[in-house]
Every structure is written in structure tokens, then in C-alpha cells.
């Protein structure tokens, strides 16, 4: 029977959610709710905690921003507060892309009733930050790191009055590297309050769960625990690591249409790449930890725009990156944390959206991807890759990369410089060249108002 109840559910409004959220929706093309949305947000309106495990692009944000946004118009409708709550939800998420996607998407679903959001994260200028929690939004979304920094130094930010706790992306949230911050948050925010914990992967260590304080959770298994969803094309292409560079550049000449990203396990690869790659006329460019947040989200806006197709990543970009144009993910190398696989590949196929990824496989790596297999339970497809065929382009990409490297060298004793900065000037530069075309690609509403 609940089956069937759940076959009914083929709107925003069958959710229980409030007309100004179904006409929100609906603005942004939204015509039917996810399996995940659909699962969580009843449970959610209802004041469940909630453990949320759903495949990457299912539309994990909306199950949470909904139901908050839809909270925050009921406590104001309901004259809880005279105008409408501030810092009433914060969504907490590991990396610094991820949190200001979501910010763009409250936003954007709360255009019609001016929800104010601030996002708090590292990279970025603190000032202007306090000057937007001065402005003392409804929404806070940041890394754990800059938000304890304002907690303990912005003057009259305070998240004592918060409803709402949100921790996307909550496996790598609960590890280690945000452990401490995530602990003094735990300490000074609320107990009394609805905690959303969501991954496309989720940790069964139960201790860690607990530390984020969740009162009698509903756990909704939307997809199985490691999963890919069915229009993406998974394989793999085992080679001799020597020659790795160039199966990557006969992939991308292959697949020479296509929007890429490319993923690496170093930071140095990606620039390095990026350089060789650069130098055989396909349009790459890095994004790494070591990039200022300006250079990375200036890399982002380029590969979102077209202007480069081939994005070279460390896996800073594999945890919830929405970018809806990405044909195929490229694992340069295999992840030695076989999750990192699913958040990685998840970059492409989204939204029921057809995709390919392509796994690198050397000798050295063969461990970590049958560990791959395992969790994915089953076996993926070979490649089809003739190895005389890909070894033409060895002496050109031989070529290419010693080029690179020759520019790396000369780049890296300018010690002013940080990661990126010297990439600026030399990416203008490229897309201004006309080459062989390699690698190719392609308000208002109601309004919160005091009573």
C-alpha cells in the first residue's frame, strides 16, 4: 500500500510543500519530483531528522532546501517571529564550490519571497562576509572552518536561534580533517533543532552519526549504498602506466565533442596536464586545492561556459559539482578511496542525462580498482582502445609533455606567484589562437514583511 501511495506522488504540491515553493519549482523546470524528494521531504515537513543516501545528481539539495524554505515561510506565516526568522538553517558542506552551489539554488528557489543567504567559506574576503551576515540572512551555508573563524570573531553572529542543521556531502563531513571544527560548531548551535544528514555514499559509523546530535533519524536509502545511476556508460582501459598520458589525449581526441572533466590524484598533475594538453590544441584547464578560490572559480566559470572543455580536477571537484553540460569523467587516476569513484563519475549523467566514464587502469592500480568493482558489484566493460593505434601519438605527446615540463620549471621560480596565477595570462592567450579545433566543444513575488 505504501508503495502505491507513493506511485500517486507525481507533483511538488502532492508533497505537501506550499504554493510558493510548487510555483518556484516550476519556474526552474522542476515538473516532477526526485525519488529522493519524494522520500525525504514528507518525512521532513512531518519535523523528521533525516539521513538522506541518494545517487549524485537526484536532486539531493531540494530534498533539504525545500523543506527548510517551506519551515521558514510557515514560522513567519504563523507569526513565530514578527519578520521573517534570521539564521534559521545552516547547510554545512566540504568544499567551497559545493557550498556556494547551494547557496545559488536556495536562492533561487526562494526568489520570489527575497530569502537572503550568506556563504561562509575559506578563499574568499572575510570582510564581505561579515558584511553579509550584517544583513543577517535567513540562510548560512559555508565550510566548517571560515564559519567557526566568524563565530569566534564576527561580532553578533550567533546561531543560538538556528532550526535547521544540514551537513551535505555528511561522510566526508564526519571524518577526521572537519572533526574538531565540526565539534566546536555541535557545541554552540542549538540541541533543539532538525539535523539533515546527505551523501550520495554515508558512513555506517554510528559514533560519528551520534556526535551530530540526531534525534530517532529516518534513514532513506534512495539508491543503494554505492551506485551509479543507468544512463551512465561505466569502463575501464587497462595500460601500461608509461603511456597513460597518451590514452588520455586519444580519449579526448575520440570523444573530441565532448564536455570532459579529467580526474588526478595530485594537484601538480593537474597543472601538468593541463600544460600538455594545452599544447596539443585541446582546451583544458586545472582546478586544485592549491588555486586561490578566485582562480578556481574562474576555472569552473571557463568550463561552464565553454570556453575550455576539458576540466583537469583533483577530487576538490567530485563531491556535488551540478554541472549539467558534462558528457563523460575521465579517471586519469584510480581513487585510492574507492567512494571517491562514485562522487567522481556522479559529475556526468546527471538529471537523466546519457554519460560516459572512462577509468585508466596501470599495473600499479589494479588493487584500488577491483575494490571498485567490488562495491559497484559488477564487472564494467573494456574500453575499446587498439594500443598500436593510441602509441601513434606517442611522439607528439612525448613532445608535448616535455614542453610542459620545461614550462613548469621555468614557471616555478617565481616564488610571488601561487598555484594558478601564472595559468591566467597563458589560458587567455590559448583561446585567443584559431588551432586544428582538437578536443572541440561545444524576481519579484511576495516578499517577507514586518507585522
Known amino acids: ?38 522520500e525525504a521531504i514528507p518525512q521532513a515537513l512531518e519535523g523528521k531528522d533525516l539521513i538522506g543516501v541518494a545517487q549524485t545528481g537526484s536532486g539531493k539539495t531540494g530534498a533539504f532546501a525545500l523543506p527548510i524554505i517551506h519551515a521558514l515561510l510557515e514560522s513567519h506565516a ?17 568544499t567551497r564550490e559545493l557550498a556556494i552551489q547551494i547557496a545559488e539554488q536556495f536562492e533561487a528557489l526562494g526568489s520570489g519571497i527575497s530569502l537572503k543567504c550568506a556563504v561562509l567559506v575559506g578563499g574568499m574576503d572575510q570582510m564581505q562576509q561579515k558584511i553579509a551576515i550584517g544583513k543577517r540572512p535567513h540562510i548560512i551555508v559555508g565550510t566548517p572552518g571560515r564559519l567557526l573563524d566568524h563565530l569566534k570573531t564576527t561580532k553578533g553572529f550567533s546561531l543560538s536561534m538556528l532550526k535547521y542543521l544540514v551537513l551535505d556531502e555528511a561522510d566526508r563531513l564526519l571524518n577526521e580533517d572537519f572533526e574538531k571544527a565540526l565539534d566546536e560548531i555541535l557545541n554552540v548551535i542549538p540541541r533543539d533543532r532538525r539535523t539533515f544528514l546527505f551523501s550520495a555514499t554515508m558512513t555506517k559509523k554510528v559514533k560519528k552519526l551520534q556526535r551530530a546530535c540526531l534525534k530517532d533519524p529516518v534513514k532513506i536509502q534512495a539508491a543503494p549504498k554505492y551506485s551509479t545511476v543507468d544512463t551512465l556508460k561505466e569502463q575501464y582501459c587497462f595500460i601500461p602506466a608509461k603511456h597513460k598520458d597518451c590514452y588520455l589525449v586519444y580519449i579526448l581526441n575520440e570523444m ?6 579529467v580526474f588526478t590524484r595530485t594537484c601538480d598533475a593537474t597543472r601538468l596536464l593541463s600544460f600538455i ?19 578556481r572559480l574562474g576555472a569552473l566559470n571557463k568550463f561552464k561556459s565553454g570556453e575550455c572543455n576539458v576540466l583537469i580536477c583533483t577530487d576538490v571537484a567530485s563531491r556535488g559539482l551540478d554541472i549539467p553540460s558534462v558528457d563523460m569523467v575521465i579517471n586519469y587516476d584510480i581513487p585510492t578511496n574507492s567512494k571517491d569513484y562514485f562522487h567522481r563519475v556522479g559529475r556526468t549523467a546527471r538529471a537523466g542525462r546519457s554519460g560516459v566514464a572512462i577509468s585508466l587502469v596501470n599495473q600499479y592500480e589494479l588493487e584500488w580498482y577491483l575494490q571498485i568493482e567490488k562495491l559497484n558489484g559488477k564487472k564494467l566493460p573494456k574500453y575499446p582502445a587498439e594500443e598500436e593505434e593510441v602509441l601513434l601519438l606517442s611522439e607528439s605527446v612525448t613532445e608535448a609533455k616535455r614542453l610542459a615540463q620545461m614550462k613548469l ?16 595570462g597563458d589560458i587567455e592567450k590559448y583561446l585567443g589562437r584559431k588551432g586544428s579545433g582538437k578536443g572541440g566543444g561545444k524576481g519579484g513575488g511576495k516578499k517577507f514583511k514586518k507585522r
Open 409 to 424: 620549471k621555468e614557471l616555478g621560480g617565481t616564488k610571488k606567484r601561487s598555484f594558478g596565477d601564472d595559468d591566467e
Open 78 to 94: 504563523n507569526q513565530e517571529y514578527k519578520s521573517a526568522p534570521v539564521f534559521f538553517a545552516l547547510v554545512l558542506s566540504p
Open 277 to 295: 594538453l594545452r599544447n596539443l590544441n585541446i582546451r583544458a584547464i586545472p582546478i586544485s586545492g592549491q588555486m586561490t578560490q578566485s582562480k
Open 1 to 38: 500500500m505504501a508503495e502505491e501511495e507513493k506511485e500517486e506522488i507525481k507533483s511538488f504540491k502532492d508533497l505537501g510543500l506550499c504554493d510558493e515553493l510548487v510555483e518556484a519549482c516550476d519556474s526552474l523546470g522542476w515538473k516532477t519530483p526526485t525519488k529522493i524528494q519524494v
Open 256 to 261: 573530441s565533442g565532448s564536455t570532459s572533466m
